[in-house]
């Protein structure tokens, strides 16, 4: 059988200071930001930092109800997701659900830079966050 995952889309931090965050990986690894978004309906800044074929996307909550700010004020900064790339979202997260494992989203929504997203609750990957990515062009 084929992997479903067709590479890593991004590895996710949530961090209380965008721009401090962004400012540091610009000092340390020489870094720049490739895209910078507000996404109002997660509640989040992202400022996506290109590695390879991939990003780092630096996270943080833009109001006090976003998932990510809950998970700032219980878990503190640090590593939030994975995100994979997958080449049909809505496939991708059929097939999770008919493993039965348990989803975040019952169908895929749209993402930042246009793309298609569902997420995989941790509950069901080992303590992990897992967000599937199908870039649409």
């Not at 992202?46 to 996307?57: F, K, N, P, T």
């Not at 700010?69 to 590593?79: C, M, P, Q, R, V």
């Amino acid at each position: 059988m084929d992997s479903r995952l067709t590479e890593i889309d991004h590895v996710a931090i949530a961090v209380r200071d965008l721009d401090a965050a962004v400012a540091w990986y610009e000092q340390v690894f020489g870094a720049t930001v490739e895209h910078r978004e507000f996404v109002e309906s997660d509640g989040v800044e992202e400022a996506l930092v290109r590695v390879a074929d991939s990003y780092i996307q630096l996270l943080t909550p833009t109001r006090d109800d976003s998932p990510v700010a809950k998970y700032l004020a219980t878990k503190g900064e640090g590593l939030h997701h994975v995100a994979y790339r997958v080449a049909n979202c809505a496939a991708a997260l059929d097939e999770v659900k008919a493993s039965g494992a348990r989803v975040i989203d019952d169908t895929p929504r749209p993402g930042s830079r246009g793309t298609t997203v569902a997420f995989i609750h941790p509950k069901s990957s080992f303590g992990t966050l897992i967000e599937l990515v199908e870039v649409n062009k």
